[in-house]
Nanobody, 122 residues
Framework: VQLVESGGGLVQAGESLRLSCTASGGTLPGYAMGWIRQAPGKEREFVAAISWSGDTTAYADSVKGRSTISRDNAKNTVYLQMNNLKPEDTAVYYC????????????????WGQGTQVTVSS
């Protein structure tokens, strides 16, 4: 199974983006999915995650209130809607999949995408 991200780009501060991640080459039934990001010169950090059912979500404090994670299991796709983007949101965003949200939050997910660049100009 491969995770393929899309939706990154260059935006101005205050604008919005929606990232998408689709699992191809198979399905991951029961898996939580989420997003990790890595800014230039910084460590990777957890952004958001969602359970298989969608009933449980988790967000980093840095994006809480500005971002919404959702998923469409029929399309094997997870989304991250990011609003009111800030320059500090600039990073490569990686899609993750793991059995549990906690694994994603701990940066130990089983599956990783190649990443999509998000750049926010001030």
């Amino acid at each position: 199974v491969q995770l393929v991200e899309s939706g990154g780009g260059l935006v101005q501060a205050g604008e919005s983006l929606r990232l998408s991640c689709t699992a191809s080459g198979g399905t991951l039934p029961g898996y939580a999915m989420g997003w990790i990001r890595q800014a230039p010169g910084k460590e990777r950090e957890f952004v958001a995650a969602i359970s298989w059912s969608g009933d449980t979500t988790a967000y980093a404090d840095s994006v809480k209130g500005r971002s919404t994670i959702s998923r469409d299991n029929a399309k094997n796709t997870v989304y991250l809607q990011m609003n009111n983007l800030k320059p500090e949101d600039t990073a490569v965003y990686y899609c993750n999949a793991a059995r549990y949200i906690a694994r994603i939050a701990a940066l130990t997910a089983t599956y990783w995408g190649q990443g999509t660049q998000v750049t926010v100009s001030s």
